[in-house]
């Protein structure tokens, strides 16, 4: 189990080569907190990370749980734009422009906070190719 989960925390770094190296580490703690909490499949995550979203609750959840712990939502599910904007502009080096066209593409209200943490997740892969997982 340990070998397992070593090779899925070297393969979470690997896949977020587009962040910085204490985001990377930050992300794979979460990945390990929230992996517990959501029990979500480890098959159907690293689908996620591949882009192959499932309409999955658990992984919703562990989305959901992820976006809070790096900050993008609070405890209510709401986004905390401000803090979206300075962890994606860091992703995109700098780029403003770009940071502020995908906020405004993905940073999209919904009243379920897991589906509004999903939805984000999912367009900012798409749009940008940064893998928040």
């Given at each position: 189990?340990?070998?397992?989960?070593?090779?899925?925390?070297?393969?979470?770094?690997?896949?977020?080569?587009?962040?910085?190296?204490?985001?990377?580490?930050?992300?794979?703690?979460?990945?390990?907190e929230?992996?517990a909490?959501?029990?979500?499949?480890?098959?159907?995550?690293q689908?996620?990370?591949?882009?192959?979203?499932?309409?999955?609750?658990?992984?919703?959840?562990?989305?959901?749980?992820?976006?809070?712990?790096?900050?993008?939502?609070?405890?209510?599910?709401?986004?905390?734009?401000?803090?979206?904007?300075?962890?994606?502009?860091?992703?995109?080096?700098?780029?403003?422009?770009k940071?502020k066209?995908?906020?405004?593409?993905?940073?999209?209200?919904?009243?379920?906070?897991?589906?509004?943490?999903?939805?984000?997740?999912?367009c900012?892969?798409?749009?940008?190719?940064?893998?928040?997982?």
């Amino acid at each position: 189990m340990k070998v397992l989960f070593a090779f899925v925390c070297l393969v979470v770094l690997i896949q977020v080569n587009s962040q910085t190296d204490k985001q990377k580490e930050l992300l794979a703690q979460h990945y390990k907190e929230c992996l517990a909490k959501s029990k979500v499949n480890e098959a159907t995550l690293q689908k996620a990370r591949i882009g192959q979203f499932a309409d999955d609750d658990k992984l919703k959840e562990h989305i959901l749980c992820v976006a809070q712990k790096i900050g993008f939502q609070n405890s209510a599910g709401q986004f905390q734009n401000q803090v979206i904007e300075t962890k994606l502009r860091e992703a995109l080096k700098g780029d403003a422009a770009k940071t502020k066209k995908l906020i405004s593409d993905c940073a999209i209200t919904n009243p379920d906070p897991k589906l509004q943490a999903f939805n984000a997740f999912k367009c900012v892969y798409q749009k940008a190719s940064i893998n928040l997982l």
